[in-house]
């Protein structure tokens, strides 16, 4: 039986922490589809148009290194506003979604729009300058000296292109378990899924 959670949820709101958290609790496999964005995103970046990019990838692409910069990020989040963009990556999350055994998968339209019949789903969120600070700490234990008001600024930049594309717009399933983990430690969060997860599995038909 395949068994699909959906993640959703505003970028470093803690929803990469939680998802390969539940994948791993509940023996799923992952997928992370911003790196289908970013893939896309890195390949613009190098000039390729978008829409080709989107067509022409590969599972290989996601293991690219560089997809995690902020440069990337952007051009990501402005790549996933086209709607050729997003109709081009439908197939390859929605195969995953459907793989024996099981998947998690997080994005932000996992429980909307690719997997609208996922038999769990959670919204993952958090304050802005909660989700800035914790960018910022990653950023600078991983050397970079940028100010928290640059991520901040990068933060509500990227939220506002996500929540207000036409096209798939970040907003929780109405289905969709909310968490907020601005209060959170990382265990509780994960605690916090994994009970919504069985509780839904639990009122699952069959
Ligand atoms: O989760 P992330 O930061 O790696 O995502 C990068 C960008 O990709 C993000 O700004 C919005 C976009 N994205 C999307 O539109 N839909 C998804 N399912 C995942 C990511």
Same mark, same amino acid.
């Given at each position: ?11 470093? /709101? ?5 998802? *390969? ?64 963009? *997003? ?9 995953? /979604?459907?793989? /024996? ?22 919204? %993952? ?39 207000? *594309? ?27 899924? %994994? ?8 009122? /699952?038909?069959?």
């Amino acid at each position: 039986m395949s068994f699909t959670i959906a993640i959703d949820g505003p970028a470093a /709101a803690g929803k990469g922490t939680v998802s *390969r958290a539940v994948a791993g609790h509940f023996g799923l496999a992952y997928l992370d589809t911003g790196l289908l964005y970013r893939v896309v995103g890195r390949k613009v970046l190098d000039g390729v148009e978008p829409v080709e990019a989107a067509q022409g990838l590969v599972a290989e692409d996601l293991r690219a290194e560089g997809l995690r910069g902020a440069d990337v990020a952007q051009a990501a989040s402005r790549v996933a506003a086209i709607p050729e963009v *997003r109709a081009a990556l439908v197939d390859f999350q929605r195969a995953f /979604a459907r793989r /024996a055994g099981g998947a998690v998968l997080d994005g932000r339209d996992i429980g909307t729009v690719i997997c609208p019949e996922a038999e769990a789903k959670l919204f %993952v969120t958090a304050s802005a300058e909660v989700r800035a600070r914790r960018r910022w700490l990653e950023l600078r234990e991983a050397g970079s000296d940028v100010e928290l008001e640059a991520v901040l600024a990068d933060v509500h930049e990227r939220d506002a292109r996500d929540t207000e *594309r036409s096209e798939a717009p970040l907003r929780p399933a109405d289905d969709a378990v909310v968490l907020d983990t601005s209060d959170l430690s990382i265990e509780e969060a994960v605690a916090q899924a %994994v009970a919504a997860v069985n509780a839904a599995r639990d009122a /699952a038909p069959g």
